[in-house]
Structures are given as C-alpha cells and as structure tokens.
T-cell receptor, first 110, second 113 residues
C-alpha cells in the first residue's frame, strides 16, 4: 500500500530556515499537502501542491516537489517560536483519501 | 481557509455508554467528510469516509457497528461510538473536503472510564 515517511524531529534556532522532508511511494499521487498541528488541536492546512508542479511559494513557506524521487519538502523561512508544532505531509492519490506521514516535530529555540 | 467545527471538544463517559460527536462545515457545503483517529504522538488513522446521503465507507479493521456514521446534510456528519470501552479513548478528528483542499476540525478528545 501507499506509504509516507518523515523524519521525527527537527530543531532549529529562531530566525533560521527550517526544512522538513517527506518521501512517499504512491506514483499516482495527484496532490501533496502540508499540515501543521499544535498540541491538543486539529490540523491546519498550510499549503498544497499539484503533482505537475515543482515548486510553490506562499509567504514564508516554500514547497519543493521532486516527483521522480517522490520527495516533498517544506521550507519555512525566518522560523519563529510560534512555528513550533508537528508538521504532517500527506498525499492524495486517485481516491479521496489522504495518506499521512508520521509527522515531524519542529522545535524552535531562541 | 474554510472552517470546520467539532462538538464536543472533549467528553468523558462511562464504559458501555454511547457518545455522539458532531462535525460541521461552517462556511461551505461538503458532500464528503472524513473521520480520523489519532493516538498520542502518532499520525492520523483514517476510520471512514462519510458521504452525504449514502452509507459511509469504512477502512479495513474499523467496526462499522461500533462507529456509526451519519451524514444527513451537506454541513453535518456525526460519529457515534457505541458501547464505548476504555480502548476507544482517543482523539477523534473530522475533516471536510472542498475541491482539492481538506479542512480539519479541532478534534474531540474522548476518555472512557
């Protein structure tokens, strides 16, 4: 079945850039998503990218997609303490279902 | 982004009772909603896809008689956990699809004593 993998932890200093990586196996992915989850809360949709795009930028967020290698990344510029959260990538194939990664816990320290 | 609400945000119940969780899309109509379960420090596990006006589609291993889903209108889906047991304690999150986007509710924490 489809699988989505992420590294578990990332720690960065405030003001630096954060890069969160994700790999997936489903070659029929149509859309790929990044969500943010703060403690005890639901998921906030940050951005998404269509599979025929290589890059998408939205303010401090840059998404890069390497479809050949099935690799997705999320870059957060000028990372702030408020960015500390768990970040999930998710892919959507030919069905309506989203397959989620394991989540990456981002910790931002001063 | 669009707004999805859930009610209640948390609930504590006794073993053997049933609990209903509501999921509402507040500013858009959703023919398709989803119910997820999340264990501590883990990812989301899709339980079922809720389709307005028809039966829900359950994922493998999810008991449809235990987790009853009703999607009676374009803005409301409900999940009823029947005869709840302590192992049903979890964080339940719903989402609603609008086009290519999927928006999530704030989640409901269920604790079964």
């Amino acid at each position: 079945g489809e699988d989505v993998e992420q590294s578990l932890f990332l720690s960065v200093r405030e003001g630096d850039s954060s890069v969160i990586n994700c790999t997936y196996t489903d070659s029929s992915s149509t859309y790929l998503y990044w969500y943010k989850q703060e403690p005890g809360a639901g998921l906030q949709l940050l951005t998404y990218i269509f599979s025929n795009m290589d890059m998408k930028q939205d303010q401090r967020l840059t998404v890069l997609l390497n479809k050949k290698d099935k690799h997705l990344s999320l870059r957060i510029a000028d990372t702030q303490t408020g960015d500390s959260a768990i970040y999930f990538c998710a892919e959507r194939g030919n069905t309506d279902k989203l397959i989620f990664g394991t989540g990456t816990r981002l910790q931002v320290f001063p | 982004g669009a707004v999805v609400s859930q009610h209640p945000s948390w609930v504590i119940c006794k073993s053997g009772t049933s609990v209903k969780i509501e999921c509402r899309s507040l500013d858009f109509q959703a023919t398709t909603m989803f119910w997820y379960r999340q264990f501590p420090k883990q990812s989301l596990m899709l339980m079922a896809t809720s389709n307005e006006g028809s039966k829900a589609t359950y994922e493998q291993g999810v008991e449809k008689d235990k987790f009853l889903i009703n999607h009676a209108s374009l803005t409301l889906s409900t999940l009823t956990v029947t005869s709840a047991h302590p192992e049903d304690s979890s964080f339940y999150i719903c989402s609603a699809r609008r086009g290519h986007e999927q928006f999530f509710g704030p989640g409901t924490r269920l604790t079964v004593l």
